[in-house]
């Protein structure tokens, strides 16, 4: 169980980090074309190996796949939509305030679940709910700041960020769940990078930027937000449990912040780490049931 727990915690600090690197890209005048399509690129080359070569090595049987490959490529695209619009949302506003955005999906997943699936949130979620929009106005820094002085375009494309989050996680949660994690994966990204590839070109490919420091950017953006998380994720959660871990990603917030403020000097003062803690102690009351009844520490997937 203790090894689940560290592949899941490290899976959500990958993600913690990536908000930071993409503005340290930015800063050296690498576009949002650029940056998403170098990490989907590179992501999806990476998965399609590790899973060719983990299809070599093992001796498994083949599982029986019902899901069309097309439909989890089709699922992918959300997954651009996500790095577009995170990506967007970065440029206008504060890594640190970029993440808190991002992680309102967890509300807007309980709004699609109640719309789509009429399944009311209970008790616990609606107070979830309350705390993350609560947290959320003290983490950005509203109470301090003039409305004039927030960039709204920003915040627009943060919350469009979590509504394709939201979603992305739905249609991950449904439909292919009996591909090998790296396949499922693999073809996710691939959805991805074609998704960007028409949205935003790979200008890159050809004006030479790849001679420069944006191959490193890319694979930094690859490694820790597009290969470490799903394999993390695929075998800690297993070890760790559904509830434990769905508890332990939220660590990608803190670790966001903490890098916005430290590489980035970003400033983050004491109520806005209180908005952190108060948008974290929200993702934690759903799970409180389980957890008074002890089934954190149970293996259970589900």
Known sequence: ML???FLVLFGACSFGILSTFVK???AEGYTLGDVTGTQALFGALMLWTLHLIQSNLSKKPKPKLTTHWLKLVGAGFFTGLVSLTYYQCVKFVPASLAIILLMQFVWISVLLEL???KKKPNKAQIFAIIFILAGTVLASGFTDTKLADINLVGVAFGLLAALCYAI?????GKLGNEYPP???????ITGACLLIFVVLPPHFLFNGALGGSLLKWGMILAIFGTVIPPLCFASGIPRAG??????????????AVSMSALVLHEPVGPMRWLGVF??????LLPNLENIKKGNIFKRKTT
């Open 115 to 117: 719309f789509i699936y």
């Open 24 to 26: 340290l890209a930015y």
């Open 3 to 5: 090894k689940g727990i």
């Open 168 to 172: 992305f996680l739905m249609l991950n």
């Open 182 to 188: 790296l396949q499922k994966s693999a073809l996710m």
């Open 242 to 255: 559904f509830t434990l871990s769905s508890i332990l990603s939220s660590a990608e917030l803190p670790v």
């Open 278 to 283: 108060v948008i974290l102690g929200a993702m």
